[in-house]
């Protein structure tokens, strides 16, 4: 019987014999050995390449969320930087015009205006997932063996002792990343967060000083006189201008 050599495509030569799964005759031409090989495949890839598979999908998911949270800190930024100016823009002109803190509906309105462009970028920031993923997985790199190397030309099996020898080198397929790669980046991410956190909060001790205009009166006048409350300048609608007065 002549068959076919899967990558040479030369004929070779070799005796008809009988199916090793059912023991059927090779006119038979049952198909127990072609399943058989395909099941044997999958449980060979299971073994192999299932801890790569998973080494690449956490790499590539943490690298992704890694640039998606950048992108997002890098929007949330510029947009708290803008409303920092707002908040310093309306508290001057109250202070210039009526000589009074701003109007605190034109306060909620600026904060509102953050919440919203802040989740404006989120879901700008998450959307972009499948494109920061594909980019990610595209610089993974897995190389297969020429035909000509002595790995593959003579393997190191056994034919008499069948698997036995090959099982020394099972699970040679590896793709981790290092230990030092890995801390560096639990590091950053650590560091990312606490930068947030601090200057949320300065900017939160600004927004408080800003608010805290008034002087209080000393301890001898306050037994005397009750304090007036907070005087607001009234809201205004647009940025037109305002004639002083003299």
Not at 167 to 192: A, D, I, T
Request: proline share 7%; glycine share 6%.
């Amino acid at each position: 019987m002549l068959i076919k050599h899967s990558r040479s495509k030369k004929p070779v030569a070799i005796m008809d014999p009988d199916c090793a799964i059912c023991s059927q005759p090779a006119l038979a031409q049952c198909e127990c050995e072609a399943k058989g090989l395909d099941i044997a495949v999958r449980q060979a890839e299971q073994r192999m390449m299932t801890s790569v598979f998973n080494d690449i999908r956490a790499w590539v998911r943490g690298h992704a969320q890694d640039y998606i949270l950048s992108y997002f800190s890098m929007l949330t930024t510029r947009r708290k930087d803008h409303h920092a100016q707002t908040i310093h823009r309306i508290t001057e002109r109250a202070a210039y015009y009526y000589r009074a803190r701003p109007h605190p509906s034109e306060i909620a309105a600026a904060d509102a205006e953050l919440k919203r462009g802040i989740d404006e970028d989120w879901k700008a920031s998450v959307q972009r997932y499948p494109e920061v993923l594909e980019y990610f997985y595209g610089l993974v790199d897995l190389n297969l063996p020429g035909d000509d190397e002595p790995g593959v030309r003579d393997p190191p099996l056994s034919a008499l002792g069948g698997v036995a020898v090959g099982r020394e080198r099972e699970r040679k397929v590896r793709l981790r990343e290092s230990s030092e790669v890995e801390e560096r980046r639990r590091h950053r991410r650590r560091s990312r967060g606490r930068d947030e956190i601090e200057r949320e909060r300065e900017r939160e001790r600004d927004r408080v000083r800003l608010e805290r205009l008034e002087v209080p009166l000393p301890p001898s006048l306050s037994r005397e006189r009750v304090r007036p409350g907070p005087t607001y300048a009234p809201p205004m609608g647009g940025y037109g201008y305002v004639q002083p007065q003299f």
